[in-house]
């Protein structure tokens, strides 16, 4: 993964609803977490000696630290990213048990959350498809997918 890729999701803290924000976590001294989300730049003003000095960081958004995940650095089968926490199905198979996108060992697996706990080396990648996660979709966790596995255009 190149470091361009390196990039976080959470759900922000004074969210109503749980929509994601993308970008770039920042943990504070204290323990808070917060992203700062993509596309937003910052005023870089000045660099003495290796220090970059910034007008400000503009929105900094916190995010509940339990819904946190890194970007994987692959794509499911209608190029969406994923990311850890996310739930997958085959793209191959009718029928799939729905997978959860762990970090493991130094490596990126699925996890079968149905009854076998099941866990692979598989990367994570265009043989599957995000059909939610584990936060806003905790419903389908140990569910077998009968829905439609194919490719979206």
């Known amino acids: ?13 004074k ?6 924000i993308e970008g770039d976590l920042i943990r504070t001294a204290e323990g808070r977490y917060f992203i700062f989300p993509e596309g937003f730049e910052l ?4 660099i003495v000696d290796g220090i970059a000095v910034y007008s400000g960081f503009g929105l900094l958004i916190e ?9 994987t650095g692959y794509y499911d089968a209608n190029s969406k990213p994923i ?6 199905v085959s793209a191959i198979m ?17 996890k079968d959350t149905c009854e076998w706990d ?3 080396e ?24 009968y829905g439609s596995n194919k490719k979206t255009t």
Do not use: C, H
């Not at 993964?1 to 803290?13: A, C, Q, T, W």
């Open 83 to 88: 990311y850890e926490g996310d739930l997958i």
């Open 118 to 120: 099941f866990s692979t």
């Open 43 to 46: 005023g870089l003003t000045n």
């Open 15 to 20: 969210a109503k609803e749980y929509d994601f």
């Open 94 to 110: 009718k029928e799939s048990p729905i997978y959860q996108v762990i970090w493991s060992r130094n490596s990126w697996k699925i």
């Open 122 to 145: 598989a990367d994570p990648s265009e043989n599957y498809i995000v059909v939610g996660n584990i936060y806003q979709n905790p419903e389908l966790i140990g569910k077998i997918w």
């Open 1 to 13: 993964m190149r470091l361009e890729d390196i990039k976080f999701r959470g759900i922000p803290v």
């Open 63 to 71: 995010v509940r630290p339990e819904t946190i995940g890194q970007f």
